[in-house]
């Protein structure tokens, strides 16, 4: 019997492989991980009852469904804009195609909610954030605050807001924030105090982290899938597209117009009017304040219309389209983000309520999860204070134990950086200065790293 169970756990595996990273690469929760949240106010950390990451993974032939609360293993919260809403449980199904094509035809538009998740399950949302410039009335309509825009939700508008530039005060330390308890990320999911020039001071006022971390030495990690089945990956790739040549950062292909008045859409035609340029309404403020400049020949880091390039991926050695998370040389979110303002593909995937057609479910395997090196692993500040920091570079796929331990041997502090979460803290204020080492075990793996508590 055991024999037959074993036999059929590999024949799912090895189906799961064929079919590709669309199926395996999604963080699934596999321990009873909750998420947790900051309130407004409050540095004490609230823990939630709903399971973080994505919960299961199910294919057909054609499809796979992920099932997801929406909730990330990272703290969320707080939103220092006002924003009243917190992350709460979505409770949803996505389908995705496993064989996602090109679309040859007119290309299809993103739009306002969820284009895509990423692998930890939660909501990918484009540029936007619902409000536009009303001509009629020269004001902003849309969204909370804002009357309603002339024809409703999701009409057609000159000048649509860029939700990077307008709503940055509310996002936390993650880069993401809450619409009506849908939490999300409408840019690259790593943390505020990550990037070179952080723009953002949240993360000085609330301990948190986001989904991975920028390594700039090595092909970005593959971050989820847009609603066209392409995969998204992070902000550095392959500068050749067959693979080859050094890791280089994926740049945008759009720019800032030089423009002072909006008058014009990108492509030159008039429109109805829009602010003009201001310290109000800086040039970024509105998606129409950027144009595409297509890439000269041999300019392979540069993406195209859609943010992506047809390229070779450690995930996909034969090559796939894949779209990046593109930041600037200070690693702050570069437009159009992630995918947009256009999908490259035939959009296909969608938010289903059952599920239609015979499927298997996936279960994943720690054995084929590569261990954590000691060179993925920052430890900071070293000599420490009252505080140290664990980061793991790349995507923490597995709970990661770090144990302290003092110089006769005993553990004097532990703590676990979850699946989908990428830093750890110990507060050290009340050990004495001294030597120590650090024990970080994951996958069955062990480093070791020595740190200095001095005062």
């Known amino acids: 019997m055991k024999k037959t169970i074993l036999s059929s756990l590999l024949l799912v595996s090895l189906a799961a492989f064929a079919q590709g990273p669309v199926i395996t690469s999604w963080l699934q929760n596999t321990n009873g991980t909750t998420g947790s949240r900051y309130a407004q106010g409050s540095s004490v950390l609230i823990q939630m009852t709903d399971s973080a990451n994505v919960q299961t993974v199910l294919y ?6 992920i099932r997801t609360k929406g909730v990330p293993a990272y703290p969320t919260g ?3 804009d006002g924003n009243p809403s917190i992350t709460t449980s979505q409770n949803a199904t996505f389908r995705f195609p496993l064989n996602p094509i090109q679309n040859t035809g007119t290309p299809t538009n993103t739009t306002g909610g969820d284009i895509g998740i990423f692998i930890n399950g939660v909501a990918l949302f484009d540029y936007r954030d619902g409000v536009a410039w009303n001509a009629t009335t020269n004001a902003l309509c849309g969204g909370p605050g804002n009357p309603p825009c002339p024809g409703g939700p999701g009409a057609a508008m000159s000048w649509n807001r860029d939700a990077i530039v307008a709503e940055r005060a509310g996002f936390d330390c993650a880069k993401g924030h809450p619409a009506m308890g849908n939490y999300h990320h409408h840019q690259n999911p790593s943390a505020f105090d990550l990037d070179l020039h952080p723009i953002s001071t949240v993360c000085n006022l609330y301990d948190s982290d986001g989904l991975y971390a920028i390594d700039s030495s090595q092909h970005s990690p593959l971050l989820g899938f847009a609603f066209d089945g392409f995969p998204i990956y992070g902000a550095y790739g392959f500068q050749d597209l067959n693979g080859s040549g050094t890791i280089t950062r994926m740049r945008s292909s759009y720019r800032l117009r030089n423009i002072t008045t909006r008058t014009t859409s990108p492509t030159g035609a008039t429109v109805t009017a829009g602010p003009p340029v201001s310290s109000t309404y ?9 144009e595409y400049i297509a890439p000269a020949a041999g300019q392979t880091e540069y993406l195209d219309e859609h943010n992506g390039r047809y ?6 050695p034969n090559g796939t389209y894949a779209y990046f998370c593109t930041v600037d040389s200070n690693w702050n979110s570069a437009y159009p983000y992630v995918v947009g ?10 938010k289903v309520t059952t599920i239609t057609e015979q499927v298997t479910v996936y279960i994943p395997s720690s054995t084929g999860i590569t261990p954590i090196s000691v060179e993925e692993i920052k430890v900071y ?3 420490a204070s009252d505080l140290i920091a664990i980061q793991i570079k790349n995507i923490n796929r597995t709970a990661t134990q770090i144990g302290l331990f003092d110089i006769l041997g005993n553990k004097v502090l532990e703590t676990t950086i979850q699946a989908g ?3 750890g803290f110990f507060d050290t204020s009340k050990l004495y200065s001294g030597a120590y080492l650090l024990r970080i075990l994951n996958s069955n793996d062990a480093n070791v790293k020595r740190v200095i508590i001095h005062r």
Do not use: W
């Not at 057909?60 to 469904?65: A, D, E, I, K, L």
């Not at 800086?282 to 950027?290: H, I, T």
């Open 78 to 80: 707080p939103f220092l």
């Open 311 to 316: 390229c070779v991926t450690p995930e996909y």
């Open 341 to 350: 303002p256009t999908f490259y593909g035939v959009v296909s995937a969608a």
């Open 60 to 65: 057909s032939t054609n499809n796979v469904y």
């Open 381 to 383: 500040p070293n000599p």
């Open 421 to 423: 979460q990428s830093i």
């Open 282 to 290: 800086p040039l970024g403020y509105f998606r129409e304040d950027y």
